[in-house]
């Protein structure tokens, strides 16, 4: 069984809550163990304060990590943007640059993505086709792509574990190099698909929570917004939906309603469920 030190956990995922709560719930019997614990609590226990604390400890993509960065993290950081930079040209990391800091400025946070295997032509086009989004879509995003940066990270954590032990041991050897294949593994899966796997451990749900979820943000405070009703509806109209502003001519059926909590969360808004049928749904305040 491994066991690991908050420094540790903190270059996998820069929330101190997130490095905390995986000691809280260390040791773990594998990375697969690791990996499940850690996307129930950066799911559900790390807050919006946790979440943004992670966001700001990557550099901006194209730029080296500061010296403040945890040197696992820093070493990392390099490793995961090396084909963007191997990519790059003067003209493209300045167009990075720029769309890096109109981006800052509209979500209030640095653009985040999992870089490991994507060159500087596909991280732009992306933070382009994001930039769009609406500041809460953009928020889940993020997360969702802070948790593919995490995965990666805890299977090499894991894998410098077993390389630090494994001297003269033939069967640790074994362990370390299946541990490399899987971090090969996930990055090439990573840069094809938005929702990250992990083997057979990440077939198995561990959702807790249902799948369609609201975060309200106060955006003239900067903080999350507490005590706002939030209700889910499903488009199940006969005729046309309406359009954003028009009159709502009935067709849309309720799925729940909840209160958000003091981090500006919704409460359950609908079944915890794997699978969410194609349709439209919007929130109303």
Do not use: G, I
């Given at each position: 069984m491994e066991r690991y030190e908050e420094e540790?956990?903190?270059a996998c995922c820069g929330s101190t809550q997130f490095a905390k709560e995986m000691v809280k719930a260390s040791p773990f019997e594998s990375v697969h163990e690791a990996v499940a614990a850690a996307r129930d609590i950066w799911f559900n226990k790390v807050d919006v304060n946790g979440w943004l604390e992670a966001?700001?400890?990557?550099?901006q993509i194209g730029q080296s990590p500061s010296p403040n960065h945890p040197?696992?993290?820093a070493q990392w950081s390099k490793g995961?943007?090396?084909t963007a930079l191997a990519t790059a040209t003067t003209s493209t990391l300045q167009e990075l640059f720029d769309w890096n800091a109109r981006y800052k400025h509209k979500f209030g946070f640095i653009f985040l993505i999992c870089a490991s295997g994507r060159s500087t032509a596909e991280i732009l086009a992306d933070l382009k086709k994001r930039?769009?989004?609406r500041p809460i879509v953009e928020f889940e995003i993020a997360a969702q792509e802070q948790m593919k940066v995490t995965e990666l990270r805890l299977v090499k954590l894991f894998s410098s574990k077993i390389k630090s032990t494994s001297k003269g041991d033939q069967h640790a050897t074994v362990s370390v190099k299946k541990a490399e294949d899987r971090v090969s593994i996930i990055g090439g899966h990573l840069t094809k698909t938005s929702e990250s796997s992990f083997g057979k451990a990440s077939q198995i749900s561990t959702r807790t929570r249902p799948p369609i979820t609201t975060h309200v943000l106060d955006v003239s405070q900067g903080s999350p917004a507490a005590g706002v009703e939030v209700c889910l509806e499903i488009w199940k109209g006969t005729h046309p939906r309406p359009l954003f502003g028009e009159p709502d001519v009935g067709g849309w059926v309720i799925q729940g309603s909840s209160t958000t909590d003091g981090d500006g969360r919704s409460g359950q808004l609908m079944s915890i469920v794997d699978v969410v049928n194609p349709g439209n749904i919007q929130n109303k305040f």
């Open positions: 540790e956990y903190l966001f700001s400890a990557h550099p040197t696992a993290a995961e943007q090396s930039y769009p989004n």
